[in-house]
């Protein structure tokens, strides 16, 4: 695989609170179509509102056959595990609550006419910054999503690390020595339930600061909220702390931060300099996400 991709096609990323949708020309991205995920629905309903997505993009036709069979590739990203043989899992139950075995590419397959490649989100982000954005020029990286959740995919020698069952990459749920909760996934102090952004507004909520999202804790941080601050900087511990585990255990170069928690303004700051209590052997270098919310869609698309 190079790094000097640049993928073509029309690529969906299902995550916990938005699906986004947009045809990808030579490694760019045009509009996005965006939908509110609907973290209850059925499988047939999600199927179906991907495809929705995909239509609105309007596929090139085939011999006529519009969208019963395009002319352009068609990649499907989305939260929680992607099996190799294209079968689709919630690890975190709470965020995903029917989706349980779905034989998500040959669903796609059916209902689109041609063959749909399939991937966790952050695999696909890693690859997709691993072609066109901040892992271009390395060869072993992990992209770190702070988002809803917290996910990972993981780039070595230039090739993603994939299992069988799909559980590569779920970094998000190894645990910290911080103190956390019970993060859905059925494990405790795990990193997901100190630096999602599900983890900040149940956070805030045991503060006492109920009814806030995550993105509100965190605007009350940028406002000069003390008790928002302090919650915002476990956030970015808990990943500092994360990154050097992955420098230990895979001697990364890098670790790659996105979603929509990391990307915020300052974060990746605060990541670093939690990283300055790390002896230096076990501090990558941190560097935010360059293709930002279109990793997983031109990463979907790398072939």
């Not at 999202?213 to 702390?241: F, M, N, P, R």
């Amino acid at each position: 695989m190079s790094n000097t991709l640049a993928p073509s096609g029309i690529a969906v990323d299902l995550g916990g609170t938005k699906i986004s949708a947009a045809r990808v020309t030579r490694g760019t991205v045009g509009d996005i179509i965006k939908v509110e995920t609907d973290s209850n629905a059925s499988t047939d309903s999600q199927i179906t509102a991907i495809c929705e997505l995909i239509k609105k993009i309007g596929p090139s036709p085939r011999g006529g056959e519009g969208i019963g069979g395009t002319a352009d590739n068609i990649g499907v990203a989305v939260a929680g595990r992607v099996s190799k043989d294209g079968d689709w899992y919630a690890v975190n139950s709470e965020i995903l609550t029917q989706i349980d075995k779905v034989p998500l590419r040959k669903m796609l397959a059916q209902r689109l006419g041609q063959d749909v490649t399939v991937e966790n989100d952050a695999t696909a982000a890693a690859l997709g910054e691993f072609a066109c954005g901040a892992g271009n020029n390395s060869n072993s990286f992990a992209y770190i999503t702070v988002s809803t959740g917290v996910g990972g995919g993981i780039i070595l020698d230039g090739r993603p690390v994939v299992s069988g069952s799909g559980l590569a990459g779920h970094i998000g749920f190894t645990t910290s020595r911080m103190q956390g909760d019970d993060c859905g996934s059925g494990r405790t102090n795990t990193v997901e339930s100190i630096a999602s952004g599900r983890a900040l507004s149940a956070r805030a909520t045991k503060l006492g600061h109920a009814g806030l999202s995550g993105k509100q804790v965190y605007d009350a941080h940028l406002s000069g909220a003390a008790w928002a601050t302090q919650l915002v900087s476990d956030s970015a511990a808990a990943i500092a702390e994360l990154s050097t585990n992955l420098k230990s255990v895979l001697d990364v170069d890098a670790a790659v931060i996105g979603g929509g928690v990391g990307l915020a303004e300052g974060y990746v700051e605060l990541v670093e300099v939690h990283l300055q209590s790390e002896p230096p052997l076990f501090r990558p270098k941190v560097h935010r996400a360059a293709l930002a919310e279109n990793s997983a869609l031109i990463g979907v698309l790398v072939r």
